[in-house]
């Protein structure tokens, strides 16, 4: 979702753009439509909470009528504008049928912060992922690793979210482009068995 110059929803983009998203959603079959604030720095934080909570209205209202949801992810980068759990709980709060999704590395990068102001209650889905030891802040999604091969707290993260009564579904995102170049299945197949390890699965034989 993006902001005009004047840090206000940009509506003749949303406009444009959540049509042709919400009908690849009705072809696949897809549950949720994935919602992201942008990347603006030295947008107002207010200003950009009221844009988001109006765009996810928007989409909320329009994704009913095909059997869509809407889950809105905060982004922890450093020039996004909503980059807390808190300040994700904050945008949904007021948008009622909207739901959330937390990613690990989001999370990592926005200092690893207790959950106590996010409402898990309203999660649709939580991404795996591991980081670099590198300044949290200045992580980016090609940085990402697959669990237990960074140094993320993931499995302070599961104990957390299951202790809210969190029971899944979890997934995992290969944005690393190292990733790219090796054989899908090995990587899908590895990712699985470590996911499965940090949530205390049996082993696959």
């Given at each position: ?32 439509l ?14 950009a909470?009221r ?25 922890g ?39 106590d102001?996010?409402p ?10 591991d980081a ?9 999604d ?8 960074g ?14 009564g ?40």
């Amino acid at each position: 979702m993006r902001l005009r110059g004047d840090g206000e929803l940009d509506r003749a983009r949303l406009d444009g753009e959540l049509p042709p998203r919400l009908e690849i959603c009705r072809a696949l079959g897809a549950v949720y439509l994935l919602v992201v604030p942008p990347r603006a720095a030295g947008a107002d934080r207010a200003r950009a909470i009221r844009a988001m909570r109006e765009g996810l209205a928007i989409a909320r209202d329009r994704a009913t009528g095909i059997g869509v949801g809407i889950a809105f992810e905060f982004l922890g980068f450093d020039d996004c504008p909503i980059d807390t759990p808190a300040l994700a709980g904050e945008v949904v709060g007021d948008v009622p049928g909207v739901e959330l999704v937390l990613d690990s590395c989001h999370w990592h990068a926005s200092g690893s912060g207790a959950l106590d102001a996010f409402p898990v209650e309203r999660l649709a889905m939580v991404h795996l992922n591991d980081a670099p030891a590198k300044p949290p802040r200045q992580i980016e999604d090609a940085d990402r690793l697959l669990p237990t091969r960074g140094v993320i707290r993931l499995a302070a993260l599961v104990t957390a979210l299951r202790g809210r009564g969190y029971a899944g579904p979890w997934s995992l995102e290969t944005f690393n482009p190292a990733y790219w170049v090796l054989d899908p299945l090995e990587v899908a197949t590895e990712g699985r068995e470590l996911v499965g390890r940090i949530l205390g699965l049996p082993a696959r034989s």
